[in-house]
């Protein structure tokens, strides 16, 4: 049987927005998103992160120090299932990131690939993210969507006019986790 799932971006949504984060001693987890994702997990939901990393590309951060990072934040948080992120950018400096690829949202690629890998049921999934691309690509594979405000969102009112509008609008992942724990 299929699991359900939250796919989470990562930069403004478990992590505090920095731009590129490239040393783990940058690098903080937000309040409460702990204890958001326990409750996740305790009411049966998988917690995936997928995130785009294109400074790897563009040789900003080694895929070792994207590594610490992602170590410490599952150390911070313990409650994710697994990880996906795309390294890629169309304008990378490092010719084998160089691409234009399905798995950097807005495409879809990193839910698809975890849906198979984890047999997920992307019907009743969600995605959390921050920004336009995380809610295009949730709603291309059928989640619901969700986005959560700050320095890239700062409100529903500054949602751009050409992009599909997620569910709702929240202030952060524990109100994420509310709402999608109340609506059936």
């Avoid at 783990?24 to 994702?37: M, N």
């Avoid at 160089?98 to 049921?121: E, F, Q, V, Y």
Wanted: hydrophobic share 40%; glycine share 10%; with cysteine.
């Amino acid at each position: 049987m299929s699991s359900r799932a939250v796919f989470l971006d990562r930069d403004g949504v478990l992590n505090e927005e920095r731009g590129f984060v490239t040393d783990v001693a940058d690098f903080v987890v937000q309040k409460g998103v702990a204890a958001a994702l326990e409750r996740l997990g305790r009411c049966g939901y998988r917690r995936i992160v997928v995130t785009n990393q294109s400074g790897v590309g563009r040789g900003l951060i080694s895929l070792g120090a994207l590594e610490r990072i992602h170590c410490a934040l599952r150390e911070a948080t313990g409650g994710i299932d697994a990880l996906y992120f795309c390294p890629h950018h169309p304008d990378a400096a490092h010719g084998s990131f160089r691409t234009a690829c399905n798995c950097r949202k807005p495409g879809s690629g990193m839910l698809i690939r975890a849906a198979r890998d984890l047999d997920l049921d992307l019907a009743a999934s969600w995605m959390v993210g921050d920004a336009p691309r995380d809610i295009v690509a949730g709603q291309r594979v059928g989640c619901r969507t969700i986005c959560v405000t700050g320095p890239k969102m700062p409100s529903s009112h500054d949602w751009p006019a050409d992009s599909p509008k997620p569910e709702t609008f929240v202030s952060d992942l524990g109100a994420a986790v509310d709402y999608i724990l109340a609506t059936p």
